[in-house]
């Protein structure tokens, strides 16, 4: 859902939504940001749901990873400790998935 957001919303819906970090970044970026987290989403969960190139579901689990430290060294940055918080929890998450899916190829 995030993803969609940040791919669709115009900036000032998504500071009212409390991400108010997205002014600090250009548009074309946020909207990259947006379908990465969307393509990493799906990617999650359609190849090893369908069986369908399974290796990509811990791939996307790595490629979230890269996204939430990237999102916790900026959060770290602006002194935003709630949102770092968060993105540490989605970064193990998605380890978790990632070492699971690994090792179960």
């Not at 819906?13 to 074309?28: A, D, H, Q, T, Y």
């Not at 990617?43 to 790595?62: C, E, K």
Request: net charge positive; aromatic share 8%.
């Amino acid at each position: 859902m995030a993803g969609v957001m940040k791919s669709t919303q115009p900036i000032d819906k998504l500071m009212k939504s409390g991400l108010n970090w997205v002014e600090r970044f250009p548009i074309p970026t946020l909207r990259f940001i947006g379908l990465c987290e969307l393509l990493g989403a799906i990617g999650l969960t359609l190849p090893w749901a369908s069986d369908i190139l399974p290796i990509l579901t811990p791939i996307a689990a790595a490629g979230l990873c890269i996204i939430m430290l990237l999102a916790a060294f900026h959060h770290l940055n602006h002194k935003e400790s709630k949102a770092v918080v968060f993105n540490i929890v989605l970064l193990l998450l998605a380890a978790f998935v990632a070492y699971g899916r690994f090792t179960s190829l």
